[in-house]
């Protein structure tokens, strides 16, 4: 490998390490070569599914550029000090959890590798344990609410629309022939009898339903065990009134984080954009900061107030409120073209609001 490619691949390798640990305590093969480009987040998840056998099948580069990968981010992770820690790779099949196979080949040096992860000493050693207990815990069963009629591959029951089923090896099953057809369906809707109830029972799988405007599974409840339900159901009627208590008291706390964050945010505006009126600086810090809207300021960035994610709302702001953006799109005109054709008029803007 050239030096200069060298150096640049260990970047990628160290910054990719880096942010994995900083967000989990811990990094992984995986994690570095997902973040950097070479893995797919959904083959994993296919791979952790069982839909593929194997995961190096999925990973893109030349061997040797991944064997190099993953030298440098072990190389990287002992001079960090990182604790090494194996752990199994499960998932769940009708005759119970089974190993996860990392490569074809089934190597034993490899496959140790790409189970071990190096884990942040400033964990405590009680939240390593933990850690690795969750870590080591397989994917809870999905089940699919079908939108069209199929039928079970196995027992060749026929399953309307409507009807679940699960996946195995990419073939269909009917919950009979997949040893679930004894657990009950609790719909989403109540988080706390959904949460004891996954408790209580031994079995369980999450049930997902395809949404053809938004291209994705979207849970619709789980199924559990009846017992389990029962339990839950109980306990829920006898604390009902301490729960709503405590929601009500837990949305207080949020509207004053709220109000706390537009303040804060309104008077970084008011640095980073003198010329901005005040109602003006009030009312984009109003609409970035909403709670549940997505925007920039509900980001990690918006809410330790960087300049870059401000800038971002403000530019935003003025291209809806001080151009004819909005008018562009209902038109017909799609987005980046009619950004493109207000950006100057932004920029303006925000050139005369810095001062």
Known sequence: MHPENREGLEGRVVRSAE???????????????????LLAATHVENWRKGRTDFLDQAIQG?????????????????????????????????????????????????????????????????????????LEK???PVVFEILRDSACSECGAELPEGSFLTMEAEKPLCLACAGM???????????????????????SAVVVRFSRSRGRYERQGILVEKAALERAE???????EER??????????????????????M??????????????????????????SGRVGRTAAGRKLEEQALTAAVAAAIRHTHTNYDALLAGGLDREPARGRVADRVNTILEAWRG
């Open 19 to 37: 942010a994995a640990l900083e967000q989990h305590g811990y990094v992984n093969a995986i994690d570095v070569l997902t973040r950097m480009g």
């Open 62 to 134: 030349s061997p040797n550029k991944i064997s190099r990968s993953i030298e440098l981010f072990r190389q990287w992770a002992e001079a960090k000090g990182l604790k090494p820690t194996e752990v199994r790779y499960l998932r769940t099949t009708r005759g119970g959890p089974v190993d996860l196979r990392f490569t074809q080949s089934g190597d034993a040096a490899i496959e140790k590798i790409y189970r071990t992860h190096f884990v942040s000493l400033a964990l405590s050693e009680r939240k390593r344990e933990q850690l690795q207990e969750r």
């Open 138 to 140: 397989a994917p809870q």
């Open 181 to 203: 057809d004894d657990l009950e369906y609790l719909g989403a809707g109540d988080a706390a009898l959904t949460r004891r109830s996954a408790k209580y029972s031994e079995r």
């Open 234 to 240: 109980r306990e829920c009627t006898e604390d009902a």
């Open 244 to 265: 709503a208590r405590e929601r009500a008291r837990s949305a207080e706390m949020r509207q004053e984080q709220d109000r706390e964050l537009v303040a804060r945010m």
């Open 267 to 292: 008077d970084r505006l008011r640095v980073l954009f003198p010329g901005c009126l005040p109602r003006e600086a009030r009312a984009i810090a109003e609409h970035t900061g909403k709670r549940g």
